[in-house]
């Protein structure tokens, strides 16, 4: 039994590492991200949340003195100053939108290894870009709390547990 109680709180203590984390997601684009840079008056914001557990961020896409509408835009795989494939497109359309990062992508995501990238007509590979910022927002959730009263009330139970069977050990010598 008492291997069991061992085992089972080095279980429920792991635990509470797995539990999702949520990010809050900031970019600033502007031609002078752009590689090579654009000479643009154009300017945007992409900002949302990240939750860690499905991949799924929540944006919202804001764009102002673009050279013309834009006809597309999405997330990239690169550092700052490094062009890279597309992992994901971003709705231009209406705000917010749901967007879901590849397993394969969400370290980068998470790393300042992405851009956002917004195209128009007169700038085909790009008018305004910035790097993905994620910063991870402190804050316990029920899963959280549940899993901390878990591992408390196991530990308490332990404790009695093991004190009481040493007590009627000693009893019986």
Not at 29 to 36: K, R, T, W
Not at 50 to 61: I, V
Not at 115 to 125: D, I
Request: charged fraction near 5%; include cysteine; hydrophobic fraction near 45%.
């Amino acid at each position: 039994m008492r291997k069991l109680l061992s085992v089972l709180f080095v279980v429920f203590s792991m635990v509470g590492g797995f539990c999702y984390q949520i990010y809050n997601i900031s970019v600033t684009l502007s031609g002078a991200n752009e590689v090579p840079p654009v000479m643009t008056m154009g300017s945007g914001t992409l900002t949302g949340t990240y939750n860690s557990a499905t991949g799924d961020a929540t944006l919202n896409l804001n764009t102002s003195n673009l050279s013309g509408a834009p006809v597309a835009a999405h997330i990239h795989a690169g550092a700052a100053g490094v062009n890279g494939g597309i992992i994901v497109p971003l709705n231009i359309v209406s705000n917010p939108f749901v967007i879901n990062i590849p397993l394969a992508n969400r370290t980068d995501f998470l790393s300042g290894n992405t851009y956002a990238n917004v195209h128009t007509v007169n700038f085909p590979g790009g008018e305004i870009r910035g790097q993905v910022i994620a910063s991870l927002v402190v804050v316990p959730t029920l899963t959280t709390w549940f899993i901390f009263a878990l591992m408390l009330a196991i530990s308490i139970l332990g404790v009695i547990y093991f004190r009481n069977g040493v007590m009627a050990r000693d009893n019986i010598r």
